[in-house]
T-cell receptor, first 116, second 112 residues
Framework: ETGVTQSPTHLIKTRGQQVTLRCSSQSGHNTVSWYQQALGQGPQFIFQYYREEENGRGNFPPRFSGLQFPNYSSELNVNALELDDSALYLC???WGRGTGRIYEQYFGPGTRLTVT | KQEVTQIPAALSVPEGENLVLNCSFTDSAIYNLQWFRQDPGKGLTSLLLIQSSQREQTSGRLNASLDKSSGRSTLYIAASQPGDSATYLCAVTTDSWGKFQFGAGTQVVVTP
């Protein structure tokens, strides 16, 4: 079974641009969560997708948006990039039940985004 | 609003010494608590998960305790090794969907 993968590994963008980050969940997992980790801080929850629907969102502006595809892979899109968006973006996948329970989450290696 | 604090922020110990890492949280209504390890620039590796009904979990040299009523968890690493050098993060969830609230981490250096 393959683990959680993320692409690209590193990315440099200019302020005002748009970026798309990708996450392939572990085989059999239907839930993906995205986190932003600024340097020296713990990860902050951005949003979660369960079976292609958004299932909760953290305190991030609407320019942070996401998608989950039928194969349960996911994208994180950020519009109008700001310098403070520079961070490590992590995704985590798990298997969730419709009754509202997920099992252990597995994190990907992250995408390092630098905004200049 | 749940807040998670980890003390100390950094720790340096000689090889062989036991490590004690602390995590506190403000809202005791947690679903579970999890400890992670993060190597520089890398993703997170799960170490131990403690469900809210449990008081401790053990795996090899690692032991984590949970005291919900006082809002505290402690991670013990016995007989530290240089390979234990990393940042250790604790995270809590308040529902079964696993939306983590993380602390800022404790950066550990184990010197040979």
């Amino acid at each position: 079974e393959t683990g959680v993968t993320q692409s690209p590994t590193h990315l440099i963008k200019t302020r005002g641009q748009q970026v798309t980050l990708r996450c392939s969940s572990q085989s059999g997992h239907n839930t993906v969560s995205w986190y932003q980790q600024a340097l020296g801080q713990g990860p902050q929850f951005i949003f979660q997708y369960y079976r292609e629907e958004e299932n909760g969102r953290g305190n991030f502006p609407p320019r942070f948006s996401g998608l989950q595809f039928p194969n349960y892979s996911s994208e994180l899109n950020v519009n109008a990039l700001e310098l403070d968006d520079s961070a490590l973006y992590l995704c985590a996948s798990s298997w969730g039940r419709g009754t509202g329970r997920i099992y252990e989450q597995y994190f990907g290696p992250g995408t390092r985004l630098t905004v200049t | 609003k749940q807040e998670v604090t980890q003390i100390p922020a950094a720790l340096s110990v000689p090889e062989g010494e036991n490590l004690v890492l602390n995590c506190s949280f403000t809202d005791s209504a947690i679903y579970n608590l999890q400890w992670f390890r993060q190597d520089p620039g890398k993703g997170l590796t799960s170490l131990l998960l403690i469900q809210s009904s449990q008081r401790e979990q053990t795996s090899g040299r690692l032991n984590a305790s949970l005291d919900k009523s006082s809002g505290r968890s402690t991670l013990y690493i016995a007989a530290s090794q240089p390979g234990d050098s990393a940042t250790y993060l604790c995270a809590v969830t308040t529902d079964s969907w696993g939306k983590f609230q993380f602390g800022a981490g404790t950066q550990v250096v184990v010197t040979p």
